[in-house]
């Protein structure tokens, strides 16, 4: 099987995007015990937080070398699991994959009595006494030492898969993936969120135990100094590559990644709930979860208007789908913001778009319905596959659009959409990733060889009718124009909807282009050319070289830089795709 590929001689896709800085680190649990064994001995009591995923019996292993004394779980100080589950079911709700966005705080998990008998017990053990556990910080003394032990999402999420890790607060780990997920989208991660946020300026070192029995541990000035350093400059976050039932084989050879995997259907790249950052730090790669960045930086890395609209929400995500030798995305819909409010207490919806960085000749993509068909015969058809007991003719009910490299689709929420085979795209959606209502999954197994859920009832509700052919060629499909060019580039608007924040430029230059981030965070991806170098118009950051379908982003506070191509693509044209908060028509 020929597969179209546009690339480079060798890739030069950089899979571990880093921020380089000096400071203070330990590697290994016979360091890091050490420290921790000072600690205890100078009578301050160990407290070492954590987010949930973090892999708690190897740390607890460790400090059951030094601890002579006191040793509280936080585990064994929660409510009862029974309890636990009763006080979360409205969040986690019985349906297989959605819930609902929590009000609860960590406060709620502890029992009082339990809580209040273990302060009394680390207060008379007059120092040296150690907690660990999710939610250890509400029990820090005044002259304690607070560690924290952080996890990113996306390595959380890859903990659930192999069932090695427990919810907050119970143990679940037998669950399937779906079932874990949900909990944890819709519940724990928001609780640890906001407890860690109240935490930043207590917490004296962070651990970092990623890779297990590697872990590193930093001091806050050089945690700190990663942190400001990086929101200081373009930057990457850390990309991870998931395999799909559609998958292809286009990222395999442009992000050289593993090639007796069998296909990757996903490369999350600029995911900050989810990805890692990486500080490296004296030559050794330190990992954390990227949101620390938008949870302490929100206002210079968003911009105040994005900020004021979104709070401490990155809200534009960047992902990669590759269907190259693969197969059709599911068939599927996005809901409205009334409807995801409503259902699942998101405060705004799944608005995207499809940008085609390549295609071979037979690529294509459903997009809107078809002028005049019945609805009625097209949700029965729907409710039938869903039976299994026909398959969905999507083709009878939606345009089926021929593809070609550099395509932009635009996909408010509402409108019924599917990437097909041979394909490259870039999706360019506002932050929530979770809600697909996935109505036709051409009759196939997902990779655990079970049915994927399908939604035709949820997809039902929120299926904007009205956009049919005519809509979507008017308003959908390679909606561009030229806003402005120069000498030896042009810049072109190619959406997003109206109905959609998010705004998208396109650049073609051979020669310097200058940018201006607009007091909105800038996400930008090289879709065209080798690499590209990043620069600032008044020395305040270093030069920044980006490579092909790499995804980069400039925080809002540095106001104006220049684009240009370097290396290999001096002289030649290149393109770059960029995002940002649109706040004016």
């Known amino acids: 099987m020929f597969i179209h590929i546009e690339m480079v001689e060798k890739s030069n896709y950089d899979k571990y995007p880093s921020t380089k800085i000096s400071g203070w680190m330990l590697l290994g649990w016979d360091g890091i015990i050490d420290k921790f064994k000072q600690i205890i001995e100078s009578d301050k009591a160990l407290i070492i937080d954590m987010y949930v995923g973090v892999h708690e019996e190897e740390i607890i292993t460790e400090l059951k070398k030094i601890s002579t004394g006191l040793l509280i779980n936080t585990r064994d100080l929660f409510k009862p699991e029974e309890e636990i589950r009763k006080m979360t079911q409205r969040f986690v709700t019985n349906d297989p994959l959605f819930g609902y966005v929590t009000c609860l705080t960590m406060s709620d998990y502890f029992d009082e009595v339990k809580l209040s008998k273990a302060k009394e017990a680390i207060a008379k053990s007059k120092g040296g006494g150690i907690v660990v556990g999710c939610g250890a910080s509400l029990l820090k003394m005044d002259d304690s030492c607070l560690v924290y032990a952080d996890m990113a999402r996306w390595e959380h999420q890859l903990r659930m898969h192999k069932k090695s890790v427990r919810a907050l607060g119970l143990d679940n780990s037998n669950e399937d993936f779906a079932s874990q997920h949900k909990r944890n989208y819709f519940n724990d991660w928001h609780i640890c969120d906001a407890h860690k946020d109240q935490l930043f300026d207590k917490i004296d070192f962070w651990l970092d135990t990623h890779i297990e029995d590697e872990p590193k541990l930093i001091d806050k000035e050089t945690f700190y100094k990663g942190i400001d350093q990086t929101v200081k400059k373009p930057f990457r976050v850390v990309p991870f590559f998931a395999p799909a039932p559609w998958g292809g084989q286009w990222m395999k050879e442009v992000c050289d990644l593993d090639r007796s995997v069998k296909n990757y259907g996903w490369c999350f790249d600029c995911v900050p709930e989810e990805n890692s950052l990486l500080f490296?730090?004296?030559?050794?790669?330190?990992?954390?979860?990227?949101?620390?960045?938008?949870?302490?930086?929100?206002?210079?890395?968003?911009?105040?208007?994005?900020?004021?609209?979104?709070?401490?929400?990155?809200?534009?995500?960047?992902?990669?789908?590759?269907?190259?030798?693969?197969?059709?995305?599911?068939?599927?819909?996005?809901?409205?913001?009334?409807?995801?409010?409503?259902?699942?207490?998101?405060?705004?919806?799944?608005?995207?778009?499809?940008?085609?960085?390549?295609?071979?000749?037979?690529?294509?993509?459903?997009?809107?319905?078809?002028?005049?068909?019945?609805?009625?015969?097209?949700?029965?058809?729907?409710?039938?596959?869903?039976?299994?007991?026909?398959?969905?003719?999507?083709?009878?009910?939606?345009?089926?659009?021929?593809?070609?490299?550099?395509?932009?689709?635009?996909?408010?929420?509402?409108?019924?959409?599917?990437?097909?085979?041979?394909?490259?795209?870039?999706?360019?959606?506002?932050?929530?990733?979770?809600?697909?209502?996935?109505?036709?999954?051409?009759?196939?197994?997902?990779?655990?060889?079970?049915?994927?859920?399908?939604?035709?009832?949820?997809?039902?509700?929120?299926?904007?009718?009205?956009?049919?052919?005519?809509?979507?060629?008017?308003?959908?499909?390679?909606?561009?124009?030229?806003?402005?060019?120069?000498?030896?580039?042009?810049?072109?608007?190619?959406?997003?909807?109206?109905?959609?924040?998010?705004?998208?430029?396109?650049?073609?230059?051979?020669?310097?282009?200058?940018?201006?981030?607009?007091?909105?965070?800038?996400?930008?991806?090289?879709?065209?050319?080798?690499?590209?170098?990043?620069?600032?118009?008044?020395?305040?950051?270093?030069?920044?070289?980006?490579?092909?379908?790499?995804?980069?982003?400039?925080?809002?506070?540095?106001?104006?830089?220049?684009?240009?191509?370097?290396?290999?693509?001096?002289?030649?044209?290149?393109?770059?795709?960029?995002?940002?908060?649109?706040?004016?028509?």
């Not at 009910?397 to 635009?410: E, G, I, P, T, W």
């Not at 859920?453 to 909606?479: A, C, F, Q, S």
């Not at 042009?490 to 607009?518: A, D, P, Q, W």
Request: negative net charge; aromatic residues 12%.
């Open 280 to 585: 490296e730090i004296n030559g050794v790669l330190f990992e954390l979860p990227s949101i620390n960045l938008v949870l302490l930086k929100s206002r210079e890395l968003l911009g105040e208007p994005v900020e004021s609209r979104f709070g401490k929400e990155f809200p534009i995500r960047f992902d990669l789908l590759d269907t190259f030798g693969g197969g059709y995305l599911s068939f599927q819909v996005h809901p409205t913001t009334q409807y995801i409010r409503k259902n699942f207490g998101m405060q705004y919806t799944q608005d995207e778009s499809y940008y085609m960085i390549d295609a071979a000749e037979d690529a294509t993509v459903y997009l809107g319905l078809k002028n005049d068909i019945d609805k009625a015969e097209m949700a029965n058809d729907l409710r039938l596959a869903q039976k299994g007991e026909k398959a969905f003719d999507a083709e009878k009910y939606a345009n089926r659009l021929s593809v070609k490299k550099h395509d932009h689709f635009l996909i408010p929420g509402g409108t019924v959409h599917c990437s097909g085979p041979e394909g490259l795209v870039l999706e360019i959606s506002s932050t929530p990733n979770h809600f697909t209502f996935k109505m036709w999954d051409w009759g196939r197994l997902g990779l655990d060889g079970k049915p994927r859920p399908i939604n035709v009832e949820r997809g039902l509700d929120v299926i904007d009718w009205k956009r049919d052919t005519d809509y979507t060629m008017k308003n959908l499909v390679n909606h561009v124009s030229i806003v402005a060019e120069g000498d030896g580039w042009i810049e072109e608007r190619t959406g997003l909807h109206v109905n959609e924040f998010i705004e998208t430029r396109r650049h073609r230059f051979s020669s310097k282009v200058t940018h201006k981030t607009n007091n909105s965070v800038n996400v930008l991806n090289l879709v065209e050319g080798e690499e590209i170098i990043v620069e600032s118009v008044n020395n305040s950051f270093a030069p920044f070289v980006a490579h092909y379908a790499e995804t980069f982003i400039i925080p809002a506070w540095l106001g104006e830089y220049t684009i240009r191509p370097y290396g290999k693509s001096e002289g030649k044209e290149c393109m770059t795709i960029k995002a940002y908060v649109r706040f004016r028509q």
